[in-house]
């Protein structure tokens, strides 16, 4: 079946750290990649995505690169802000369905300190 | 309206009682989606809408969901006869038809005691 695997938080880190939260999937057929940001007390957000092979999607100082040939689509930033604490989603959409029938990753909580 | 909005943002209920959560999308946007997110099952899909019609109910968990959607805008999910494990928040997200990006509620907070 499809799936979405990201790795567990909380994640912890310093103001201006690198992060990186690794997704990696698996799908029938060619699907199209996403990230979602859940800010405390808000609804989930787009933070960025790509819908083919090398695309890099990027927002907000956020990059990620769709790599078919390892099947992920790891999350970075070269350095967050205690606003950037946050739960992130990755999810994909398969072509064959309709757009907003996401699947997600079970979420990653990050927690960045001053 | 300006985003996806859901009411009520928090409902306790009791056990065997039926809950109505409701879900006004953007203007526009034909297409609209529940999910439920839950501890332990993470974010589930559960029903998408075109307009007034559903042709992707396949993420309902039991017969005891359902939902209806009125005017090609608010749509409600009903759970009848509410059990512990439906305590979750569910959300409701809406696109325009062919859209690419889905727009989300901040959710219902459903408690079953």
Known sequence: GNSVTQMEGPVTLSEEAFLTINCTYTATGYPSLFWYVQYPGEGLQLLLKATKADDKGSNKGFEATYRKETTSFHLEKGSVQVSDSAVYFCALILRTDSWGK???GAGTQVVVTP | GAGVSQSPSNKVTEKGKD???R????SGHTAL???RQSLGQG???????QGNSAPDKSGLPSDRFSAERTG???STLTIQRTQQED??????ASSLAGGTQAFFGQ???LTVV
Do not use: K
Request: proline share 3%; glycine share 6%; aromatic share 24%.
């Open chain 2, 43 to 49: 974010l589930e899909f559960l029903i998408y809408f």
């Open chain 2, 72 to 74: 090609g805008s608010v």
């Open chain 2, 23 to 26: 879900c006004d999308p953007i």
């Open chain 2, 19 to 21: 809950v109505e959560l």
């Open chain 2, 107 to 109: 959710g219902t907070r």
């Open chain 1, 102 to 104: 996401l699947q997600f």
């Open chain 2, 87 to 92: 305590s979750a928040v569910y959300l409701c």
């Open chain 2, 33 to 35: 989606y529940w999910y």
